[in-house]
């Protein structure tokens, strides 16, 4: 048992009290005071320890080693101000402990809950400043599963049933349905909501039922062995509640629709997007076979018999193939690609008729610049360090092709 008198298992609404210093120590390195008796909540059982003040002292964390409760300082040369037999008046932030009693007690009867519908036990709980999670000793959780849980646990929390919390002799424990066994031996504080639910737990719970004020579940994801439900209660569920309401409310305005019909609007906006893009590639495509026509046309050279394109363009490698390809289409039979930018990239595409090989007439070009590629003998494609003018490599490619 703890040498401190822990005033929060009597009264969790306790937010000051008066108390002594009776030993100074240090959690992981930090600095931090025992005290005879005190209403912060050392962390345990998946709920974070309580912060406050003792005196004008900030108290960061409390931690418990069975021994004492320790009050962690944020500043450790308050500890010279904190010395043994110092008389303190404790404040703890009630904010953030009525936020974990709420989600605490929710814990207790979303547990209760899924345990009374589904036989689904709880494997362990996690409080954090973000989350509450439980994990379900469960395979899979249906939407319905949850519902009915969910339902149950709120209807117990409107009810507004008594939370008792009282410590139990191992003879009179046997007579109680706890929902899990206890750790601890000797007399063990026992949770309870009539009709509902008994568990062993040292923490800090609403007087009754209906300050929880609701619980919601907000999602949940199967992990290696169970299910993890994310939850949120009291003060929780209302932030999330309003901040799911902004963006939904925003969403909407901003596809002109009412929120009930935000998710047929998406929907809308998804399809009509997918037609878009494919009338886009379709244009894109024509679009493209035009200006490799065109170009067969303008740039056309003669190397003896063959018909020859050597022409300079910005685009990507993926743009710049396509060019080169559609220019064979359209007659061409050797056709010459170069873009500048950060890196001088080389297509060449070569009609099969032709007789030559795409690589070859790439490596002339690749070879000043210091550049790499490969390809096939109908298209090969190369870049390097853009340190060259890319229609100067392109002038010598043309000037090294064969005059058939
Ligand atoms: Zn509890």
Redesign the pocket.
Known sequence: MSNTDRLYYNDSYLTEFEARVIAQGAVAGHAAVALDRSAFYPEG?GQPGDRGSLNAFAIVDVQSDGEHDWHVLNDQADLGRLRVGTPVRGAIDWAQRLDHMQQ??G??LLTAAFSATHGYTTRSFHLSANSVTIDLAARALSAAEVAAAEGLANSVVWEDRPVVARFVAQAELATIALRKPPTVTGPVRV?SVPDFDH?A???T?PRSTGGVGQIVVQRWAKQKNGVRVEFACGGRALRAHQRLNHIGQCSAALLSVGIDELEAAVERLRTSNDVLRNEIAALQDTNLSYFARDLAHRALQHRGRLRVVAQTLSGQPEYLRSVAQRLIDHGIDIALIGAGGERMQLVVASAAASGLDARSILAVGLAPIGGRGGGSAILAQGGGPAQEDPEAVLAAMLEALPRP
């Open positions: 059982g605490h007690l814990q207790h949770v568990s737990c040292g923490g719970h």
